[in-house]
C-alpha cells in the first residue's frame, strides 16, 4: 500500500506442510503459496565442486562422484562431505589426499562412516541427521506410520506415492525422494 515499501524483497525457506502452517482450517493466510520441488545435484550441477575438491587431492573427478552416490546429490549432504574431504585433507602434514585410482568409493565410504554414521549423534555438526529425526518423532501418532512406510523403501519396496501427509512429510525430511 505504500510506494517506499515496493523496493523490499523478502524470502523464507524452509520445508513445511500446509497443515503445519495453517492454525485455523477455516482461514489461513498460506493460499497463495506455491510448492516447488527440488531434486539433489546431478553430476554436471556439481562441477564447481570439483574445482574446490582438486586442491586437496588428484583424484577429484572420482570422489565428487562417489560422494553424490552417497548423498544421492542432496545438496547439504553434497556440500557437508566434500568439507569433510577438505578438513580430513588439513590433518595431513602435505595438506593434501593421495587416494589411490580405483579406491575412490572404498575411502569416501570410509569417510562417511568414521565422520557421518558413527555415532552420529555427537558428530552431527551442522546439524542435519538430528533434525530428521526430530521431524520424524515430532508427531507420535504419525511416527510408526512414517517408519513402517520407511522401512518398506529401505527394503526395497515399491511405494507409490499418493500425497498422504505421511508421504509428504518423508520428502519433506529429505529421508526419500519422489520418483
Known sequence: ?????????FAIFGVATPSDLIQDKNRTPFNI????????FQ?????????????????ATEILKEILKWTGGQPFLTQK?????????????????TIPTG??????ESLVQAKI????ESQDEPEHLRTIRDRLNYNEQRKGRLLVIYQQILQGAEVI??????????????LVVKN
Open 33 to 40: 503459496g506455491k510448492a516447488i520441488e527440488l531434486h539433489g
Open 43 to 59: 553430476f554436471d550441477e556439481a562441477q564447481p565442486l570439483v574445482k574446490g575438491l582438486a586442491i586437496y587431492t588428484d583424484n
Open 81 to 97: 562431505i566434500c568439507d569433510l574431504v577438505q578438513t580430513t585433507s588439513q590433518e595431513n602434514p602435505n595438506k593434501s589426499l
Open 1 to 9: 500500500m505504500d510506494a517506499e515499501y515496493n523496493r523490499l524483497t
Open 103 to 108: 579406491m575412490e568409493g572404498f575411502w569416501v
Open 161 to 174: 506415492v499418493n500425497d498422504t501427509q505421511e508421504h509428504t512429510e518423508l520428502i519433506l525430511s529429505g
Open 117 to 120: 554414521i558413527h555415532k552420529w
